[in-house]
């Protein structure tokens, strides 16, 4: 997890995802700047494996020639939004079969008391949107 400076700031840089895939991305941290200070190791380390599954997935199965991955530390909570122009997927379809990957990041949330969205339709990509609360110091 970065840390955050000014909400309206955008980090951008291009990338090699793996040496078989090669993927645009692109970030953004924003919100709070006392990121350290109001956010738990416990908390950073789920965005983490989060972020890392969906990134996994991402490159295992979208097709996506561009990532967008943005944090936001806000007054009361932590949103963490991943986002592709991969082939997306019927997530409809999958609820009730889904797959480890996407279990194990619903559980993570969950955990700290947070909410998983996924957005997504077949040729329309994939946005994956988390929130999860915080309690100030």
Known sequence: VARAGDRRSRHEYDGSAGRRDHVGIGGGAGGDSDIDARIDQQLKLMLYRISQEQISNILKHSGATQVIIELVLEENSMDLSIRD???????????????????????????????????????KGCALHVTVPIHNA
């Open 85 to 123: 122009n991969g082939k997306g997927f019927d997530y409809a379809a999958l609820k009730g079969r889904k797959g480890i990957g996407l279990s194990n990041m619903a559980s993570r949330a969950e955990l700290l008391n947070g909410k998983i969205d996924m957005v997504t339709a077949p040729g």
